[in-house]
Antibody, heavy 119, light 107 residues
Framework: EVQLVESGGGLVQPGGSLRLSCEAS????????MSWVRQTPGKGLEWVAN????????DYVGAVKGRFTVSRDNAKNTLYLQLNSLGAEDSALYYC????????????WGQGTLVTVSS | DIQMTQSPSSVSASVGDRVTITCRAS??????LAWYQHKPGKAPNLLIS???TLQTGVPSRFSGSRSGTDFTLTISGLQPEDFATYYC?????????FGQGTKVESK
């Protein structure tokens, strides 16, 4: 079964850091672009970052550039998102997702990990 | 960044109704548009990619179309399990961007 499982979320103070992980099973992430998407409380989906198959290409939404870093360990079949300098606006449910090769849709999602930034 | 303007923000409908949701891109994205269904407490589910490619297992009552920079998701014959929030997403230019969402509610 193709599955993504996120972990690493939690309560963190403003200015703090967290590292989110996304472990894949049932497929090889090394064959796919991977993405992070977040949903803020009561609001919609926001694309956060993506990374290509060999990590040579990464991109971020403007609101997180310079603060978040996406990375991957294909040998561990795991995707990461390092979150630094967190603010209240970063509180959200963070999903990882797999990009379908030819059509670019996000065809497999995890259940999400919740990040709460509060003092 | 490309802006995706999705409408309506909500729609009240009954089982059996035809529901139409629209997304307008702020610039040409060719056919690189996907539609997702999202239910509370669950992961989003990809319904349609590349404007009109139905994902495996998605019922044929869901369909997508395009006219220039306007994209439409149609649900032909709404079923009880279709009450959810729907999002469009452009994948032509990074950063990918989502529409604001359309909540399909029971009338």
């Amino acid at each position: 079964e193709v599955q993504l499982v996120e972990s690493g979320g939690g309560l963190v103070q403003p200015g703090g850091s967290l590292r989110l992980s996304c472990e894949a099973s049932g497929f090889n992430i090394g064959s796919h672009w991977m993405s992070w998407v977040r949903q803020t409380p009561g609001k919609g989906l926001e694309w956060v970052a993506n990374i290509n198959e060999d990590a040579s290409s990464k991109d971020y939404v403007g609101a997180v550039k310079g603060r978040f870093t996406v990375s991957r360990d294909n040998a561990k079949n795991t995707l990461y998102l390092q979150l630094n300098s967190l603010g209240a606006e970063d509180s959200a449910l963070y999903y990882c997702a797999r990009t379908a090769g030819s059509t670019r849709g996000l065809d497999c999602w995890g259940q999400g990990t919740l990040v709460t930034v509060s003092s | 960044d490309i802006q995706m303007t999705q409408s309506p923000s909500s729609v009240s409908a009954s089982v059996g109704d035809r529901v139409t949701i629209t997304c307008r891109a702020s610039q040409d994205i060719r056919g690189w548009l996907a539609w997702y269904q999202h239910k509370p407490g669950k992961a989003p589910n990809l319904l349609i990619s590349a404007t009109n490619t139905l994902q495996t297992g998605v019922p044929s009552r869901f369909s997508g179309s395009r006219s220039g920079t306007d994209f439409t998701l149609t649900i032909s014959g709404l079923q009880p399990e279709d009450f959810a929030t729907y999002y469009c997403q452009q994948a032509k230019v990074s950063p990918d961007t989502f529409g604001q969402g359309t909540k399909v509610e029971s009338k």
